[in-house]
């Protein structure tokens, strides 16, 4: 199995080409189905590692699809990412409830999009190995206890600025905008602005020392953490 193999259910066939070239010009294999049932079908013969789920579909509800692949043991781990057309609050609590790791409306902004299938892809990596402790040079992060050290001290980092340095260690060598940010780590709260991103990075840098200098300023558009 491609290890950025894609599964992807759209009924729509222009937003489905669409995807398809966004998703394999950032290095996806992307198989493409066009109902919920020809997709168990696929299933008997390759297994994804993210199935991205474009609503409405036909013949089936998509919590539907999320309840069978979370009572499969085989396919109960899958990252599965809902895109909505309706995308109504309530729709993405049931999403939520069924089993979907994120739910994003339609029209899905693609840097967005790439950016939380990295995040996925990051955490299943790293889910698979027999410890918690990312390693980035002097830096380890435990992304399930929240905990960061640098030079084997413990930097206490509140869970604001442990997801910002979770999104600069993704996406290293990457530009973040602001706007990317404030939806990937604050869910696109309507009441935080781009001032807080700049404070809350500024925290995040004194707080790592030497390491916090390598999150670059790219003036008026954004952030990146310089590789060592």
Same mark, same amino acid.
């Given at each position: 199995?491609?290890?950025?193999?894609?599964?992807?259910?759209?009924?729509?066939?222009?937003?489905?080409?669409?995807?398809?070239?966004?998703?394999?010009?950032? *290095?996806?294999? @992307?198989?493409?189905?066009?109902?919920? *049932?020809?997709?168990?079908?696929?299933?008997?013969?390759?297994? +994804?590692?993210?199935?991205?789920?474009?609503? !409405?579909?036909?013949?089936?509800?998509?919590? /539907?699809?999320?309840?069978?692949?979370?009572?499969? +043991?085989?396919?109960? #781990?899958?990252?599965?990412?809902?895109? /909505?057309?309706?995308?109504? !609050?309530?729709?993405? @609590?049931?999403?939520?409830?069924?089993?979907?790791?994120?739910?994003? !409306?339609?029209? @899905?902004?693609?840097?967005?999009?790439?950016?939380?299938?990295?995040?996925?892809?990051? #955490?299943?990596?790293?889910?698979?190995?027999?410890?918690?402790?990312?390693?980035?040079?002097?830096?380890?992060?435990?992304?399930?206890?929240?905990?960061?050290?640098?030079?084997?001290?413990?930097?206490?980092?509140? !869970?604001?600025?442990?997801?910002?340095?979770?999104?600069?260690?993704?996406?290293?060598?990457?530009?973040?905008?602001?706007?990317?940010?404030?939806?990937?780590?604050?869910?696109? /709260?309507?009441?935080?602005? +781009?001032?807080?991103?700049?404070?809350?990075?500024?925290?995040?840098?004194?707080?790592?020392?030497?390491?916090?200098?390598?999150?670059?300023?790219?003036?008026?558009? *954004?952030?990146?953490?310089?590789?060592?």
């Amino acid at each position: 199995m491609s290890p950025r193999a894609l599964a992807l259910i759209e009924a729509d066939e222009r937003a489905a080409k669409n995807l398809e070239r966004v998703l394999a010009g950032r *290095g996806y294999e @992307v198989w493409r189905y066009e109902t919920p *049932g020809r997709f168990f079908d696929g299933l008997l013969k390759r297994v +994804p590692q993210i199935v991205l789920l474009g609503l !409405p579909l036909p013949g089936m509800e998509g919590t /539907d699809v999320l309840r069978v692949l979370r009572g499969n +043991p085989e396919t109960k #781990r899958l990252c599965v990412v809902v895109l /909505d057309g309706q995308g109504r !609050p309530a729709r993405a @609590v049931d999403g939520f409830d069924a089993g979907a790791d994120e739910y994003l !409306p339609k029209p @899905v902004d693609s840097d967005l999009l790439v950016a939380r299938l990295t995040s996925l892809l990051f #955490r299943v990596a790293h889910e698979a190995q027999p410890t918690q402790w990312a390693r980035f040079g002097e830096l380890a992060i435990d992304l399930e206890g929240h905990a960061c050290r640098l030079k084997d001290k413990e930097v206490k980092l509140t !869970p604001i600025e442990f997801e910002l340095l979770r999104q600069f260690l993704q996406l290293e060598n990457r530009v973040l905008t602001r706007g990317s940010l404030l939806q990937s780590v604050w869910r696109g /709260d309507p009441s935080v602005g +781009p001032r807080i991103v700049d404070k809350h990075v500024e925290t995040l840098r004194k707080k790592l020392g030497a390491f916090g200098k390598r999150v670059e300023t790219v003036f008026g558009v *954004g952030y990146r953490l310089r590789s060592a």
